[in-house]
C-alpha cells in the first residue's frame, strides 16, 4: 500500500458539467499520473507530475487538465464531460530508488451521461 | 515512440495448467519491465519487474525474463490456481520521462 487515496470513487455527472477527480498520496513522491482504462485500449497516460506546478502531456490529454499545487495533491479537471469521457481513471506515483516502480490508487468510476 | 504488445485473451486454463502470455516491446534505449495484475474491481498491483537484460522478475509463482535480444518479457506460471483469474498488463518504463506504456491487458480465466 503506497498510501495512494482517489475521491469520489464512484460519480455520475452529465454531458458539460465541469468534473474534478482528487489524487491524494501520503509519502511526498516527486511523480504523479493520471490514466484512464478502457476496454480494449489497456491504461493511457492522460498527464503527470514531476513537481509542485510542474505538469506534462500524455498521449490523451484533450479534454482534461490538471493541477499540483501542493505534493501531495494531484488534480484532474474535466472542463466540459462528453460521454467520450466514460471510463475508469486511475492515479498513480512513482517510487524513486525502486526502480521506477508505479503504485496505483483504486480508481474512479465516472460515467458521463 | 515505445510501446508493448501483448496477447490477445482472454485465455481460459484449467486449474494447475501452465501459463504463457506473450510481451513484446519497442523502446529506444534500456526500459525497465513490468507485470501488473489487476483483479475485478481493484486498481493495479506490482506483480514483478526487471531492470535489464537476462534479469529475472518472479513473485507468487510467476517469473518473467527481460530478452532484449528477443525484446520480449514472457509471463509464466508452472500451475496456475482459480485464484490468479486476473487481468495483467505488461508494461515499460522510459528512463528519460518517467513515462509508462502499458499494453491492452491480457484476461486470464482458471477453471477450477
Known amino acids: 500500500d503506497a498510501g495512494i487515496t482517489q475521491s469520489p470513487r464512484h460519480k455520475v455527472t452529465e454531458t458539460g458539467t465541469p468534473v474534478t477527480l482528487r489524487c491524494h498520496q501520503t509519502?511526498?513522491?516527486?511523480?504523479m499520473y493520471w490514466y484512464r482504462q478502457d476496454p480494449g485500449h489497456g491504461l493511457r497516460l492522460i498527464h503527470y507530475?514531476?513537481?509542485?506546478?510542474?505538469?506534462d502531456k500524455g498521449e490523451v490529454s484533450d479534454g482534461y487538465s490538471v493541477s499540483r499545487s501542493k505534493t501531495e495533491d494531484f488534480l484532474l479537471t474535466l472542463e466540459s464531460a462528453t460521454s467520450s469521457q466514460t471510463s475508469v481513471y486511475f492515479c498513480?506515483?512513482?517510487?524513486?530508488?525502486?526502480?521506477?516502480?508505479?503504485?496505483f490508487g483504486p480508481g474512479t468510476r465516472l460515467t458521463v451521461l | 515512440g515505445d510501446s508493448v504488445t501483448q496477447m490477445e485473451g482472454p485465455v481460459t486454463l484449467s486449474e494447475e495448467a501452465f501459463l504463457t502470455i506473450n510481451c513484446t516491446y519497442t523502446a529506444t534505449g534500456y526500459p525497465s519491465l513490468f507485470w501488473y495484475v489487476q483483479y475485478p474491481g481493484e486498481g493495479l498491483q506490482l506483480l514483478l519487474k526487471a531492470t535489464k537484460a537476462d534479469d529475472k522478475g518472479s513473485n507468487k509463482g510467476f517469473e518473467a525474463t527481460y530478452r532484449k535480444e528477443t525484446t520480449s518479457f514472457h509471463l509464466e506460471k508452472g500451475s496456475v490456481q482459480v485464484s490468479d483469474s486476473a487481468v495483467y498488463f505488461c508494461?515499460?518504463?522510459?528512463?528519460?520521462?518517467?513515462?509508462?506504456?502499458f499494453g491492452t491487458g491480457t484476461r486470464l480465466k482458471v477453471l477450477a
Open positions: 508494461a515499460l518504463s522510459d528512463q528519460g520521462t518517467y513515462k509508462y506504456i
Open positions: 498513480a506515483i512513482r517510487v524513486a530508488g525502486e526502480t521506477d516502480t508505479q503504485y
Open positions: 509519502e511526498n513522491h516527486r511523480y
Open positions: 507530475s514531476y513537481g509542485v506546478k510542474d505538469t
